[in-house]
């Protein structure tokens, strides 16, 4: 049964910080076939980040500079080290697989 369950969202003031976990399970892992999605209240679903094959990272321009991905094999897990937080990274973050699986998501809130 493929599972992808996230965990470290929550309530932050600007400038705070957060790092999300994705436990994966149910397939064989790789981090780079996960990516980081974010969908705030009426917008579009966007793609935050993720690590493309060879090791370089994608990352929306949006949070270059403020936000990490990293994956551990060993824990089958993926990372979002988000710093600098701003109340426009307010949204609920999914980690998702390139098969089409998603995690339930995540809710973080940026606000003061």
């Known amino acids: 049964q493929v599972q992808l369950v996230e965990s470290g969202g929550g309530l932050v003031q600007p400038g705070g910080s957060l790092r999300l976990s994705c436990v994966t399970s149910g397939f064989t892992f790789s981090p780079y076939a996960m990516s980081w999605v974010r969908q705030a209240p009426g917008k579009q679903r966007e793609l935050v980040a993720r690590?493309?094959?060879?090791?370089?990272?994608y990352y929306a321009d949006s949070v270059k500079g403020r936000f990490t991905i990293s994956g551990d094999n060993a824990k089958n897990t993926v990372y979002l080290q988000m710093n600098s937080l701003k109340p426009e990274d307010t949204a609920v973050y999914y980690c998702?697989?390139?098969?089409?699986?998603w995690g339930q998501g995540t809710q973080v809130t940026v606000s003061s």
């Open positions: 690590i493309i094959s060879g090791g370089s990272t």
């Open positions: 998702t697989h390139v098969n089409g699986y």
